[in-house]
Each structure stands twice: as structure tokens, then as C-alpha cells.
């Protein structure tokens, strides 16, 4: 045991097989017949009769005793008389109180696999465990998140202090608040409402300029815009712009203003008018680069970009944007998966039908049908018709839903723990209060996570140190 004097290290502790031995688990001591032992080979103790020196024998045990010739394992006695039942009877048996991850932890060091567990606690066993692990997974998501979510409220007080060494800081802070925070208070509110208003009108234009209903012609007979909408455009581009300007000069550090996402956007939403604007100087000023006018109408069509402006004031528009930045993984395998399953019935398309139908006689072609019909669009465009060939469409359909079904579950997931992040993330900021400076930084609120950690911790320790009339009867047979 511990404390004992080791033998020399090169000293040979010889084990009889047909000699008893003697085991000491946390001061449960025991002897156990080597017969009994040997029927599992594979187990800990079983080893044990195979040990020829000291070095292998502390290998498998934790401390031993030349004297008394007894093992010591460092391990919890109240486990114990389970493992000795199992060598006992062959099977293994969970008490309904036993916490199951200190069961599984404890049958894993002794090497008895899960498979000995009998059948009449098999069942229960492994639906435990399975809660346990889906409960492991919600609590790493609950602590990954309330970390995230504190990282960045910290970099939010830390941008909120920059404004107390500036000029008129108290002043700025109070406009960055406003403009930065859409839920920060009333008038921030009316601004956000504002912007959704300016950018829904400016989409809408766009999309009815393009409707024959409302376009008009010149005296050249070429199509113009309405006046009507060029208003529209140029008061949501003033907007946009007043915007943009106004952030960017309350903003508490201007070097890294453009390294948030959402500047970006702002910026890229009111490029394209402006390029615009210069590309038609350009032109009217030098007529053999009347080329330049095609680029001018590209960018007319990114003017679209503008509905990503509305992520700035939508809690699910920003939770997406963080879902898919950070789940490159399974958006890779998802397109992976498309793309074997496109690639393997696009060839069997083809096998069973390019000497009946015109629309899928060469691979490519294929490709396409087979793209539509794993993702279930369905444009109908090009159908087998031999009768191998609709069972050929039936399976790349079924295929499919599951090829899609799989790597989607876990986006969903990822989706879920962002926008509960960032609810958490707008609520504690928007009951911040700069009014009098800042004074502290806030905490996020942990007394969930904690709690529910140590319940779960009393519950274990409770559990160990029950004893139910089971185990009782348990303890009764081993002595």
C-alpha cells in the first residue's frame, strides 16, 4: 500500500496462478481466488496473475505490498462490490441510483466492457447515458456561449472607454450608443424603424423599376428611370450615407472601424451609386470609353446588397451571419455529400437512360438532373422514362433528403446556441447605463450554469454515498 517500502525496481514478484490474492481498493480489502479471475483475461486483475516484476505489477495497480503481498488501487470502494458481483456472476448489474458516469468511468478502469451489463439493466443503463451526453453537450454549448458572450461584452465596455480620453466623449458615446445599439433607447428605436423603412423603400424601387408597368422612354426612345424613383434612390443613398459618416466619426477607434462585418456592408451598399456617378463623368467626358456604361449598370445591380444592411438591426440575420462563418465544416460536408451522390447517380442516369431520352444522354447533362432532383427542387425539365430510370430517380430523391437532412441537424444546432448568444449579448448591453461613466464592468449572469453544475455534482456525491437495500444485499453476497 502506500507508504510501504517498494522492493528493488528489478526485483521479480512472481504470481502463482492457482494462489489467492489479496486486493486493497480504497480500504475495501479483499481475497480473491485466481480461478475466478482467469475467467476474464482481459480485465485488470486478470493481468495481474500475469505479471513476472515489479514494473508490470505497478503498470496495473497503484501501489503494491512486498510484505503482505496485497495490491492497492486507488480507486472508489463504494464502486467495488459491482466489479466483484461481475466476477462473481459474469454480468453486470446498475443500481437505479448509481450516477452513471462515475459507473462508466469506474468499469472502464477495471476493463470490463459494457456488453457484460445484463439485460435486465441494459436498457436503462444505456437511455442514462445517452441524457447524460446530450446533457454534457447542452452545458459545454450554455458554457461556450456564456464565454462568447462575455468576451464580446467585454470589448464593448472596452470600446465605451476609449470615449472618456476624447473630446466630447460623454457626447459621442451617448450618438454611438444610439446609432450602434437599435434597442438601446427610444430614439435609437426610431432610427433603427427609420433605416428598415429607407431600406425596404430602396429595394422596392429597384424591384418595380424593372416591371415594364413602370418604365419610361426618352425622346431617343431609350428606357429611363421614373423621376418618382430616382427621389426614393437618392434620399435612401443620403441616408445610407449620413449613416455611414455618423458612425464613422462617433466611432471609438477609426482605425479598426471597417473590421466590424456590418461597416463593411454600409460601405459596399453605397459604393455602387457613387462608382456610378464617376463612371458616367467618365463617359460623357470621353465618348470612346462608352464601354464603361455596361460596367455602370453591374453596379446598379449590386445596389441589392443593401438588404444585408437590415442584419444590422435583426438578431437573426446576425446569428446566421455567425452560424455559417463558423460552420465551414459542415457546410463541407454537406456539399461533399452532394456531391458523390450527384456524381454516382448522374452515371447511373445516364447507364439506364441515354438510348431513351435525348435530355440525359451524356453525363453532364446528367449532372443537372441529378443536382435538382438530391436537393428536391424538382423543375420537372428533364424526367427519365424507362422504368429503371424512375427507380434510378427514386433513389437519388430518397438519398437526397437524407444527404440534406444530416449536415443541416447540425447548422440548426450551431443556430440555436448563436442566437441564444447573442439575445444574451443585446440584453445586457442595452442595460448598460453610461450616464455617470463607467464604473464597473457587468457580469454575465452565471447562477444557471453554476447552479445546474453543482446540482448535478450534490446529486453524484449523494448517490455514492447511498445505499440502497439492493446494495445492501449486493455487499451481503461478496462477504
Not at 443536382?371 to 427519365?384: F, H
Request: with cysteine; aromatic share 10%; net charge negative.
Amino acid at each position: 500500500m502506500t507508504g510501504q517500502v517498494l522492493g528493488e525496481p528489478g526485483s521479480v514478484a512472481y504470481m502463482d496462478d492457482n494462489a489467492d490474492i489479496r486486493i486493497n481498493v480504497g480500504g475495501f480489502k479483499k481475497r480473491l481466488q485466481s480461478d475466478t479471475l482467469s475467467r476474464f483475461p482481459e480485465t485488470r486483475l486478470a493481468r495481474l496473475l500475469h505479471c513476472q516484476s515489479k514494473e508490470s505489477i505497478l503498470e496495473l495497480c497503484d501501489d503494491y505490498d512486498d510484505t503482505e503481498k496485497e495490491f492497492y488501487f486507488d480507486r472508489n470502494p463504494a464502486l467495488f462490490p459491482y466489479v466483484l458481483n461481475f466476477y462473481n456472476t459474469g454480468r453486470l448489474h446498475v443500481m437505479a441510483e448509481l450516477c452513471i458516469f462515475s459507473f462508466s468511468q469506474e468499469i472502464e478502469y477495471w476493463g470490463i466492457n459494457e456488453f457484460f451489463i445484463d439485460s435486465c439493466c441494459s436498457s436503462a443503463y444505456h437511455c442514462r447515458k445517452m441524457d447524460q451526453d446530450r446533457e454534457d453537450w447542452d452545458d459545454r454549448s450554455d458554457e461556450g456561449s456564456t464565454t462568447s458572450s462575455f468576451d464580446e461584452l467585454l470589448e464593448f465596455y472596452n470600446d465605451a472607454t476609449k470615449f472618456d480620453k476624447q473630446l466630447l466623449g460623454s457626447a459621442r458615446r451617448r450618438v454611438w450608443l444610439m446609432l450602434d445599439n437599435p434597442g438601446y433607447s427610444v430614439a435609437s428605436r426610431i432610427i433603427s424603424i427609420l433605416s428598415i423603412l429607407v431600406v425596404l423603400g430602396s429595394i422596392a424601387t429597384m424591384c418595380m423599376n424593372s416591371m415594364s408597368e413602370f418604365s419610361l422612354l426618352d425622346s431617343e426612345g431609350q428606357p429611363t428611370e421614373d423621376p418618382r424613383f430616382e427621389t426614393v434612390e437618392h434620399f435612401g443613398i443620403g441616408w445610407f450615407t449620413l449613416e455611414l459618416v455618423a458612425r464613422f466619426v462617433v466611432a471609438p477607434d477609426l482605425v479598426h472601424f471597417f473590421d466590424h462585418p456590418l461597416n463593411v456592408i454600409d460601405l459596399v451598399s453605397i459604393l455602387p451609386f457613387y462608382l456610378t456617378l464617376l463612371i458616367n463623368l467618365v463617359v460623357e467626358s470621353s465618348p470612346a470609353l462608352a464601354n464603361l456604361g455596361r460596367v455602370a449598370q453591374v453596379l446598379r445591380l449590386m445596389r441589392i446588397f443593401r438588404i444585408l444592411k437590415l442584419a444590422r438591426h435583426s438578431t437573426g440575420l446576425r446569428s446566421l451571419g455567425a452560424t455559417l462563418r463558423n460552420s465551414y465544416k459542415e457546410v463541407g460536408l454537406l456539399l461533399l455529400y452532394l456531391a458523390v451522390g450527384v456524381s454516382f447517380f448522374s452515371v447511373m442516369a445516364y447507364t439506364v437512360e441515354k438510348e431513351d431520352s435525348e435530355d440525359l444522354s451524356t453525363i453532364p447533362a446528367c449532372w443537372w438532373w441529378a443536382t435538382v432532383s438530391m436537393t428536391t427542387v424538382g423543375y420537372g425539365d428533364v424526367v427519365p422514362v424507362s422504368i429503371a430510370g424512375k427507380l434510378t430517380a427514386s433513389a437519388c430523391i430518397l438519398a437526397g433528403i437524407l444527404v440534406v437532412v444530416l449536415p443541416i441537424t447540425l447548422i440548426f444546432n450551431k443556430f440555436s446556441l448563436f442566437y441564444k448568444r447573442q439575445k444574451q449579448l443585446e440584453i445586457a448591453m442595452r442595460s448598460c447605463d453610461f450616464d455617470e461613466g463607467i464604473k464597473e464592468v457587468p457580469s454575465v449572469n452565471l447562477r444557471n450554469y453554476y447552479a445546474h453544475k453543482v446540482k448535478s455534482l450534490m446529486a453524484s456525491l449523494s448517490n455514492m454515498s447511498r445505499s440502497s437495500p439492493s446494495e445492501q444485499s449486493l455487499n451481503e453476497s461478496i462477504h
